[in-house]
Structure formats: C-alpha cells, structure tokens
C-alpha cells in the first residue's frame, strides 16, 4: 500500500509540481494516515485485486460542509489510484461501486471528488461514473 500511496503521490506531483508535491516527511505520515483509516469505522480504504496483486485503491471519508449550509450527508473520495498495466479495464469504476455502497450504509447521498483540472483522463473517468462538475479553484501565486 504504501508503495502504491507514493506511486499515486508522484503522479500527482508530476502534473501539479506547484502543489502537489509530496512534502518530505509523506511517507512517514502516511504510515500513521494508513493505520488511522483501517481502524476507523467511519473511513473506507478499499483496495482491488488481480492475480493475488493489489492493482489499486480509493480513500474515503465523511465529509461535511460549514453548517451555515444545508447540506446532504456526502462522503469524499480524497485518493484513488490504479497502477498503470491494470488501468482501462474497470478497475477504477468497480472501486468506486463498491465506495458508493460503502457510503449509503454510512448513511450518505452523494460522493465528492476533488480531481486536478490537469488530469484530464482522471476527469473523464468521474464524469463517465456519473459524477457532474461543480466546482473550479483556481489559484495564483503572489508576486
Ligand atoms: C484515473 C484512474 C483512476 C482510472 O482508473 P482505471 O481503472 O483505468 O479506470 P476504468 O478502467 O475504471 O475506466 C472507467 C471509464 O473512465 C474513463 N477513463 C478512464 N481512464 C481514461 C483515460 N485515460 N482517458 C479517457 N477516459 C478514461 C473511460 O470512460 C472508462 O471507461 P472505458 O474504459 O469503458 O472507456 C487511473 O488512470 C489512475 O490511477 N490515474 C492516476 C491517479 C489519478 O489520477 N487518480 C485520480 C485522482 S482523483
């Protein structure tokens, strides 16, 4: 898991250097990260298997919005990675069924993903799962 963790973190860097660059204690944090999401009840790490192999993995949690807004219980799916030779074979899709079915016992209505707007083929695949934009952000560095 943890070499599939920095493999996801290292693509991630490469499309976004700026901001998504891992800092330099990651992998250390990910260790803790790790054992805080397979305890809790109330976070889902579900991998996916091939071959005895695991070939990929999403992270979910709870998720809230200020309660200034009324909102629906969602859950937000914050990594989710399939390494490269077992990508375009579904793989992403069913770990995002089974995060679905994993939410609605939770008790949520909707998933939410974050996804960099430079990942065009991650940004395919969410709105090929169904999921809609909603929104951008956008950033700029201060000169
Ligand atoms: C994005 C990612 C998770 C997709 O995983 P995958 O297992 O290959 O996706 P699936 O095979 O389930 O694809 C489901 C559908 O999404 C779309 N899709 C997936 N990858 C695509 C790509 N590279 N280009 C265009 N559409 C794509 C297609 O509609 C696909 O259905 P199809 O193969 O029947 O045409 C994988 O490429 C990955 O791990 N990328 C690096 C990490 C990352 O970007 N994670 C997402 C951050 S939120």
């Given at each position: 898991?943890?070499?599939?963790?920095?493999?996801?973190?290292?693509?991630?860097?490469?499309?976004?250097?700026?901001?998504?660059?891992?800092?330099?204690?990651?992998?250390?944090?990910?260790?803790?990260?790790?054992?805080d999401l397979v305890d809790?009840?109330?976070?889902?790490?579900?991998?996916?298997?091939?071959?005895?192999?695991?070939?990929?993995?999403?992270?979910?949690?709870?998720?809230?919005?200020?309660?200034?807004?009324?909102?629906?219980?969602?859950?937000?799916?914050?990594?989710?990675?399939?390494?490269?030779?077992?990508?375009?074979?579904?793989?992403?899709?069913?770990?995002?069924?089974?995060?679905?079915?994993?939410?609605?016992?939770?008790?949520?209505?909707?998933?939410?993903?974050?996804?960099?707007?430079?990942?065009?083929?991650?940004?395919?695949?969410?709105?090929?799962?169904?999921?809609?934009?909603?929104?951008?952000?956008?950033?700029?560095?201060?000169?």
């Open positions: 898991m943890a070499l599939l963790w920095r493999a996801f973190m290292d693509e991630q860097a490469a499309l976004d250097p700026a901001s998504s660059s891992p800092a330099s204690d990651a992998d250390a944090r990910w260790a803790v990260t790790f054992r809790d009840p109330a976070s889902a790490l579900l991998v996916a298997e091939a071959d005895g192999q695991v070939v990929g993995f999403v992270v979910a949690e709870p998720h809230a919005e200020a309660p200034v807004y009324a909102s629906v219980p969602e859950v937000y799916v914050g990594e989710l990675y399939v390494v490269p030779e077992a990508r375009r074979h579904g793989v992403a899709r069913a770990l995002l069924d089974a995060v679905a079915a994993w939410a609605a016992g939770q008790g949520a209505e909707r998933l939410r993903f974050a996804v960099l707007w430079d990942n065009a083929p991650s940004r395919r695949m969410v709105e090929a799962w169904g999921a809609t934009p909603q929104a951008v952000t956008f950033v700029r560095a201060i000169t």
